[in-house]
Nanobody, 125 residues
Framework: QVQLVESGGDLEQPGGSLRLSCAASGQVVSINYMGWYRQAPGKQRELVAE???????NYADAVKGRFTISRDNAKNTLYLQMNNLKPEDTAVYYC???????????????????WGQGTQVTVSS
């Protein structure tokens, strides 16, 4: 069973930085495609950043130029470097591996959609 475990969320002042991590385990060989989402209170979950198999990255307009998504396939870990944080970045952040997002030890990509448990990011002075 695949598990995605996020870490790195914290209380940070505006203008500060945080790095989120998402460790994938459970017979995961490497990451093809994964994304970071966030959900603020009273709002829908939204895509923040994604990275494709080829390494192409895409970002929500609200975070372009401030956030960077990356992956380390040696560690099966996805990262989100968040700089120049703003109060509106406050949310629970989730990592996601959709069907086909992970290469598994079976030789086939994952069939299911996997989510981490979320990590709280609060930006406030």
């Amino acid at each position: 069973q695949v598990q995605l475990v996020e870490s790195g969320g914290d209380l940070e002042q505006p203008g500060g930085s945080l790095r989120l991590s998402c460790a994938a385990s459970g017979q995961v060989v490497s990451i093809n495609y994964m994304g970071w989402y966030r959900q603020a209170p009273g709002k829908q979950r939204e895509l923040v950043a994604e990275i494709t198999e080829e390494g192409t990255t895409n970002y929500a307009d609200a975070v372009k130029g401030r956030f960077t998504i990356s992956r380390d396939n040696a560690k099966n870990t996805l990262y989100l470097q968040m700089n120049n944080l703003k109060p509106e970045d406050t949310a629970v952040y989730y990592c996601n591996a959709p069907p086909g997002g992970l290469n598994m030890a079976t030789g086939w990509p994952n069939d299911n959609d996997y989510w981490g448990q979320g990590t709280q990011v609060t930006v406030s002075s």
